[in-house]
């Protein structure tokens, strides 16, 4: 496996069109099966960042501030 995923502790959010399945759940995983399902992929915001477009009507305020001020995606 990647080592990221040994390193951290992930929180998995619900995704329009896929379900949290618990088969794949790891001891440094926390599914969030109470949160609103996510309509937005990661990638989209990483590929929006990274082409210079306006991201606030992708993620909330303070997400899109922090990508900025650490200078991620780009």
Do not use: C
Not at 16 to 34: A, I, Q
Not at 39 to 44: C, D, E, G, K, P
């Amino acid at each position: 496996g990647h080592p990221l995923l040994s390193k951290y502790h992930f929180y998995i959010y619900p995704r329009s069109g896929y379900s949290l399945d618990e088969s794949l759940k790891k001891t440094n995983m926390t599914f969030l099966h109470e949160f609103p399902q996510v309509v937005i992929s990661s990638s989209a915001v990483r590929a929006a960042v990274h082409n210079g477009a306006d991201i606030d009507a992708l993620v909330e305020s303070g997400v899109a501030q922090y990508i900025d001020q650490k200078n991620l995606y780009k």
